[in-house]
């Protein structure tokens, strides 16, 4: 899915070959030009490629498993630079041409928000800022989602987040509801908003339940 031709020249693709998913840069013949993103975090998504200004537009875990940033870089795996603002989960969506992008934002407490800018970054327009919803949340007495790390009996770190009853008190006991899903890649542990499920767990904990979630290894 990551395949794209750089004209004439070769293409990029992405491996896992270095144990993280990565983009590469192969000339037609099949032999390896560079290496173009390197790290201990993997690509998510392969945005687009300028091919004018020779540079590749991608998301990826390096500011951690639980957000999700979008990053330029040359093709030569020089000048990388972060272009998400905010710390959660952020999407570009580019326009043909690249002179435009249109970004999806939210986070873990926060409804999602839909803006077009500039390649430079700058706002052009704010299309859709929720800020009805987000107005009526105030509305219902929502306790924030919080994350933590767990570390297994095998010292393996996982992520984790909870949400406590409202006016949780660390002294008392309170029924602990667990919601899992193992599917591999679902990670399950994202800064970002869960919409539906996120009203649902906030229900049960107005209900006096502290909610928990854990990803599994694989997820």
């Known amino acids: 899915d990551d395949l794209r031709f750089v004209a004439d020249k070769g293409f990029i693709i992405s491996s896992e070959s ?7 840069y192969y000339d037609l013949n099949g032999k390896l030009i560079n290496q173009v993103t390197k790290g201990n975090w993997d690509v998510t998504q392969f945005c687009g490629f300028d091919e004018k200004t020779e540079t ?18 040359k093709l030569n795996g020089s000048g990388k630079k972060r272009l998400s603002k905010r710390d959660g989960t952020s999407n570009f969506e580019f326009t043909t041409g690249f002179k435009y992008y ?3 934002y939210s986070n873990a407490n926060t409804p999602k928000e839909y803006e077009l800018c500039s390649i ?3 706002s052009v327009k704010m299309l859709e800022d929720n800020a009805e919803l987000r107005e009526k949340m105030k509305g219902y007495e929502l306790s924030p989602k919080t994350f933590f790390k767990f570390t297994t009996g ?30 591999p890649g679902s990670n399950e542990c994202a800064n970002a908003w869960d919409g539906i499920d996120y009203l649902w ?3 049960l904990a107005q209900e006096g339940y502290i909610v928990v979630c854990v990803d599994g290894r694989g997820t």
Do not use: C
């Open 56 to 73: 590749l537009y991608y998301a990826s875990t390096e500011n951690g498993q639980m957000n999700r940033d979008v990053y330029s870089i």
């Open 154 to 183: 095998e010292n393996v770190q996982l992520n984790g987040w909870m949400i406590r009853p409202p006016h949780f008190d660390s002294t008392k006991k309170y029924p602990v509801y667990m919601y899992a899903y193992g599917g």
């Open 102 to 104: 249109i970004s999806e």
């Open 18 to 24: 270095d144990d993280y998913n990565h983009l590469y």
């Open 201 to 203: 767990h906030q229900l």
């Open 120 to 122: 430079d970054g700058k």
